[in-house]
């Protein structure tokens, strides 16, 4: 059926982006800030922020990437000292990114919603060959894609890391000084370890989809 072929394209299109997304929930946790801090050779904080420092602020930065609450979840937010914890400009880009997760995390659950539903389709009209198909395509589009993305971040992660930003954010809008909060929390290294964690997740698994998707040629008897 031409629905059936239709259907497997799109399933194969899709798979990178919900892999994709997946891991960069994965690392939206607190969980992954504070793995990270823990590092032997993850920098500490030169202007005096301690491991148990970094990881309840940056708790606070993550959860409001995720939920529900205002700007003021981290507006409020003071030190020992009464300090605003961060600066106007902090809160603008903080705000920036919200929309940017929440769009993205959108797109994911309804492209997921969607492959389920032609994952369904496929059972019950018993296209299981559709099903090898697109999860084998799928799995080789992922490996195309983020491989290409994992030589550009191996070669030059800096760059790639301004493209990413140039992408989603308006410029001067997501650069701050050394000292402010967000760099002390979140500094070069720790996007660089995210974004190896979150392409080389995907990648496995786009991997794992072609090899348990390989057609197995039957032995001939003779």
């Given at each position: 059926m031409k629905i059936n072929k239709i259907l497997v394209v799109i399933l194969a299109i899709f798979i990178p982006y919900i892999l994709l997304m997946a891991g960069v929930?994965?690392?939206?946790?607190?969980?992954?800030?504070?793995?990270?801090?823990?590092?032997?050779?993850?920098?500490?904080?030169?202007?005096?922020?301690?491991?148990?420092?970094?990881?309840?602020?940056?708790?606070?930065?993550?959860?409001?990437?995720?939920?529900?609450?205002?700007?003021?979840?981290?507006?409020?937010?003071?030190?020992?000292?009464?300090?605003?914890?961060?600066?106007?400009?902090?809160?603008?880009?903080?705000?920036?990114?919200?929309?940017?997760?929440?769009?993205s995390s959108t797109v994911w659950y309804v492209l997921g919603g969607v492959s389920i539903a032609i994952l369904l389709w496929f059972v019950i009209m018993r296209q299981w060959e559709s099903i090898r198909k697109a999860l084998n395509a799928g799995g080789w589009i992922t490996i195309g894609f983020l491989g290409a993305l994992l030589v550009i971040l191996a070669i030059s992660f800096d760059k790639l890391f301004e493209y990413f930003h140039r992408l989603f954010f308006q410029d001067g809008t997501w650069t701050f000084s050394q000292s402010s909060t967000l760099i002390r929390l979140?500094?070069?290294?720790?996007?660089?370890?995210?974004?190896?964690?979150?392409?080389?997740?995907?990648?496995?698994?786009?991997?794992?989809?072609?090899?348990?998707?390989?057609?197995?040629?039957?032995?001939?008897?003779v």
């Open positions: 929930r994965l690392v939206m946790t607190p969980a992954f800030p504070a793995w990270e801090y823990k590092r032997t050779n993850f920098p500490a904080d030169p202007y005096g922020f301690t491991t148990q420092e970094r990881t309840k602020w940056s708790a606070y930065a993550v959860n409001y990437l995720v939920n529900d609450e205002e700007i003021s979840y981290l507006g409020n937010l003071q030190d020992e000292l009464g300090q605003k914890m961060f600066t106007p400009d902090e809160l603008s880009h903080m705000v920036d990114v919200k929309n940017v997760v929440t769009i979140f500094p070069f290294e720790f996007w660089r370890d995210a974004f190896v964690l979150v392409i080389g997740l995907a990648l496995l698994v786009g991997v794992l989809l072609v090899v348990l998707t390989h057609r197995r040629n039957k032995s001939v008897s």
